[in-house]
């Protein structure tokens, strides 16, 4: 058995107050992979961290301020666009290739989020529409500079949600989605109507899973250091049995949630997220997580930058609501796409 580690060291785990409330975010969304939405519950955080309302709503508002919480992914369900979505693994091994990557894919039609780790490739999602498109959408990001390899992963998970929705819920989605830190009240002015209208309606989406929302995230600003650690299982080990060692080792780890299961589902590959002081040496930890039966190997990674491509959905959106007959917001009229808020909202 074997482990790499990050200059050959672990650090060992150090909580402060805004991991505390970035785990918070996670643990107390609809769920970690489509559900976090804008406007968080600050009272159930607060609470479960005792600490006031106040201090959550502050601190919410400097990581977003900071850019590491960068904004906000609010959109319709694909399923109600008639399409599936699609994994890849992208290898470009040249550092400043991975940077100009995801201003090139802004480009590539149908790309809708990539995810930039510190290491020689990205992950990309993408819609699974016709076959003849998907290939072409491959063509093109394959001929990016530096880009020297891209493996289809499988398809992403996607909650179910009603086959249709109503035209005044595309016009709904269509507005949080470029004003995602709007109010109910706020959404309920700008789209004329009550506040008691809007708030069901917004709660009648979520629920349904008709609108789903992820978060932006760009770790190089977050104020200290995270470590990601996967675990490779030895062949026939099923992930749930070395689980409840794995946790108790890091009890206030996020594990991340995989875009190609349903939550709940454990990983081939288990997962978590934490947070670090400097460096140290901690070879316990590693030999702790190798005496683990069925864990194969230990490897760390960093996390990085997050980044959404608007531009298919919101193309059919306003193909979709035109055909429904609703009349769009301004930033469709006139061909552009506001850029997401980031400045929190008290409610």
Known sequence: MSATRIGGQFAPLSMTLDWKIYRELYRQSDDPLWGMFPHPPIGQIAATLGVSKVTVWRRLGAMQKSGFLSGFDVMPNPTLLGVGLAAYRVNVPDRRARVRLLDELESVDGVMSAQLDFGRSAVLVAVADLPAAQSRRERLIQRIDGVEGLIRTGACWVPPCPSSIPADSWRFIWELRQHPTHTIEELAAALGISRKTASR???????????????????????????????????????????????????????????????????????????????????????????????????????????????????????????????????????????????????
């Open 201 to 347: 309606r917004y709660s009648t989406l979520r629920a349904e899973r008709a609108m789903l929302s992820q978060y932006l995230e760009d770790f190089t600003k977050y104020p200290g250091a995270v470590v990601g650690t996967i675990l490779t299982l030895d062949a026939g080990t099923d992930p749930r049995t070395i689980l409840p060692a794995a946790r108790r080792l890091y009890p206030d780890a996020l594990e991340p949630p995989s875009i190609l299961l349903p939550p709940g589902k454990p990983r081939d590959r288990p997962g978590f997220l934490r947070e670090v002081s400097s460096p140290a040496s901690a070879e316990h930890e590693i030999a702790a997580l190798l005496a683990i039966p069925g864990v194969a190997t230990v490897e760390s990674w960093l996390p990085g930058v997050s980044r959404a491509y608007r531009s298919w959905v919101d193309a059919r959106m306003f193909e979709m609501m035109a055909r429904m007959g609703v009349a769009p917001g301004p930033s469709v009229r006139d061909g552009s796409s506001a850029p997401a808020e980031r400045a929190p909202k008290r409610r």
